[in-house]
């Protein structure tokens, strides 16, 4: 009766209580930068504060995230820059653009994309054959 008790309270907590920081990532689409800020949790941060400095820390501009946590702006000729994201409950996160993660194109899956991808399968299989298996073993057991 208490386990069903504390399972009840759990469900009834707001799903933002959960979430303990802020994810930030960002990418190039076209002539812009696009950013989407998330709750570790996984909820979009809608209505997040965002700002864009220079590396001495000078402003470049600011805006406020959509209902998807997204932002975009254009590039700014300034680089490296930071771009900082702010929730109104005071979470906090950064993300630096330098000239080591312009090289790389978010649109295009990584090897290690690629190997999760293959993973996931391969454990997805085998759960499957051992779910067969442990029925069939259970059938048997049974005759």
């Known amino acids: 009766m208490i386990a069903f008790s504390c399972l009840i309270f759990l469900l009834l907590l707001p799903t933002d209580s959960f979430a303990h920081g802020i994810n930030i990532s ?6 812009r930068v696009v950013s989407e800020s998330k709750f570790s949790s996984g909820t979009a941060l809608s209505h997040g504060k965002i700002t864009v400095i220079d590396e001495s820390g000078k402003p470049l501009l600011q805006g406020t995230t959509d209902h998807d946590g997204k932002f975009s702006f254009p590039i700014p ?3 490296p820059f930071t771009i900082i994201v702010n929730s109104t409950d005071g979470h906090r996160a950064e993300w630096t653009w330098n000239a080591e993660n312009s090289q790389r194109s978010s649109s295009q899956p990584g090897m290690k994309d690629l190997f999760a991808g293959v993973g996931y399968i391969v454990g997805l299989i085998g759960l499957g ?4 298996y442990r029925k069939k073993l259970k059938d ?3 005759s």
């Open 140 to 142: 048997l057991s049974q």
């Open 77 to 79: 000729e300034q680089k």
């Open 26 to 31: 960002a990418w190039i689409e076209g002539d």
């Open 129 to 132: 054959t051992y779910l067969h």
